[in-house]
């Protein structure tokens, strides 16, 4: 909330004027007001402004009075709220609680309505849901998430027109609606100054106004405690027409359905109401395990309950502690006559089992060292001992000999000597050599078939050439007497007479002299001249 804290400063005399002073005398704003209330000048009239201002000495004692007068408007008044103030108490079940606000909307298009929910979440979800569903009267919200810019718009727009607000309490404290016909707290307020400052909002000066509150089953101790506080509150406790009331669990599911973003503001809005029960003081009024969470869920449109951590670890808590006094204690809670007995052989067993082992025959009194812990042991990381002797392993033959490592290099004479290292250092330089002289054979003959593997390439290729020229040249590579190649065929354009058309004739290199090709030539010759 922002401070609103207005210091006046005259010729004469200097005012610090506190609005909304109960809230900011707060522990959450001790920090900036005692920071604020430092650099005043401590000679000043200190003036207080609230609904439901604070009485509380230690508060007051921060700001340095002296002499404080307590001023109240009603003071003669029998009641805390306005006198035109019509108040109603609704039992709601959780589930039906978005049933009985649309319904309650629907009854009333022509009111101008502000409704109050405890989270930003809840907020934003009815808001988007019930836009989609298109009650018929325009629908607004108000949240603290919201930059001021924004607030002030939405602000100046429900001032002007007939429409729904849905908005959490930042809207309780400060602002002046005009002509607020319904103030609906769809959930419950944390204590009886939260309520009067929501209704606050409606019946303002000489207008009327009407407000309703929807409780839980388990929330009715805020309707008794609202009955008894002094000066009272005149609110009357109804049942809700359940005939009239129209269900939407369904359209919800649709809606969530059809626009997949929605399930994830519902699931915010459920996780959120049931955080800010969890977190309520009064825990008379508010109690999170008396809740139906699957119901809330399901009337949300939400396919499957949310998974709640909270809520999880609270009631696996809770379930365990039940199992183990149900499972130890009588049904007048004392424990049974055969417990201890039971204790005392479930001992026995556990010390056969863990203190002496099936297979093992020793006795304690024998041997006290047989004894294992009760705790098991850590496992040990193995660690491999780079300094051990070499060939230090037994080996066995066929017969169950031992058979020394090394046997062959091993000395005959001392047995005890298992490995002598002149004979190990020389048989490592005969193997090192040996390697060496096989690397060499290997290396010349890796040399050896790479360059055959060359050579059938180039071979391949040379014959993928000559292929190629054959077929670009159209020649046979039939070779004559003398080795060289002959063409197989010869083509001519012969004409007999000068008016017929040249031919093609087609005469075989072995059947043609060189007479008749001589004859052949000179007609062409002629034909061309002619």
Not at 117 to 141: A, H, M
Not at 199 to 228: D, I, N, W, Y
Not at 468 to 489: I, L, N, R, W, Y
Request: charged share 35%.
């Amino acid at each position: 909330m922002k401070l609103q804290i207005l210091s006046v400063q005259s010729c004469r005399r200097q005012i610090l004027v506190l609005d909304e002073a109960d809230r900011i005398l707060d522990a959450g704003f001790k920090y900036e007001v005692d920071a604020i209330i430092s650099q005043l000048p401590k000679h000043r009239q200190t003036l207080l402004f609230s609904a439901t201002q604070t009485k509380s000495v230690k508060d007051l004692a921060r700001l340095s009075l002296k002499d404080p007068e307590y001023i109240s408007v009603h003071a003669e008044s029998v009641t805390a709220t306005p006198e035109r103030l019509k108040q109603i108490a609704m039992e709601v079940p959780l589930d039906q609680k978005l049933s009985m606000l649309w319904s309650f909307i629907k009854s009333h298009l022509r009111s101008k309505i502000l409704v109050f929910l405890s989270t930003c979440k809840q907020v934003k979800f009815v808001y988007e849901t019930f836009k989609k569903l298109r009650p018929g009267i325009p629908l607004k919200c108000l949240h603290g998430r919201m930059k001021q810019i924004v607030r002030m718009a939405i602000y100046s727009q429900f001032c002007e027109e007939t429409s729904v607000l849905f908005s959490t309490d930042v809207a309780s404290r400060g602002l002046d609606f005009p002509a607020v016909d319904w103030v609906v707290q769809l959930d419950c307020p944390e204590d009886i100054p939260t309520y009067i400052h929501r209704v606050g909002r409606t019946a303002r000066f000489a207008s009327e106004g009407k407000s309703v509150l929807f409780l839980l089953p388990s929330e009715l101790e805020m309707f008794r405690k609202l009955q008894a506080v002094e000066p009272k509150i005149p609110i009357q406790l109804r049942k809700a027409n359940t005939q009239r009331m129209q269900s939407i669990s369904g359209l919800l599911s649709s809606l969530l359905v059809k626009f997949p973003t929605l399930t994830e503001v519902a699931k915010g809005a459920f996780k959120t109401y049931l955080r800010s029960i969890k977190k309520q003081k009064d825990k008379e009024v508010f109690d999170l395990f008396k809740l139906p969470i699957d119901d809330f869920a399901a009337s949300l449109g939400l396919p499957m309950t949310p998974k709640v951590r909270f809520i999880q670890q609270k009631t696996k808590k809770n379930t365990e502690s039940e199992e183990t006094t149900d499972s130890e204690n009588n049904e007048d809670g004392s424990r049974p006559a055969s417990y201890e007995k039971q204790q005392l052989e479930s001992l026995e067993e556990a010390e056969d089992d863990v203190l002496f082992p099936k297979e093992s025959s020793v006795e304690i009194e024998d041997n006290p060292a047989a004894v294992l812990p009760l705790k098991k042991p850590k496992k040990k990381k193995l660690k491999i001992n780079v300094l051990r002797p070499i060939g230090t392993r037994i080996k066995y033959d066929d017969e169950g000999n031992i058979i020394p490592p090394l046997a062959a290099l091993a000395d005959a004479q001392h047995v005890d000597v298992l490995v002598r290292p002149d004979k190990v250092k020389e048989r490592y330089e005969k193997l090192k050599e040996e390697m060496k002289q096989r690397d060499k054979e290997d290396k010349v003959l890796h040399r050896q078939r790479l360059r055959e593997k060359r050579t059938k390439e180039k071979m391949k290729l040379k014959r993928w050439r000559e292929e190629d020229e054959e077929d670009d040249v159209g020649f046979d590579m039939d070779e004559t007497e003398s080795g060289a190649p002959k063409k197989s065929k010869l083509y001519f354009n012969s004409d007999d007479d000068a008016d017929e058309k040249s031919e093609d004739v087609r005469l075989k290199t072995d059947s043609v002299s060189i007479a008749e090709q001589e004859e052949l030539a000179l007609r062409l010759l002629n034909s061309m001249h002619s």
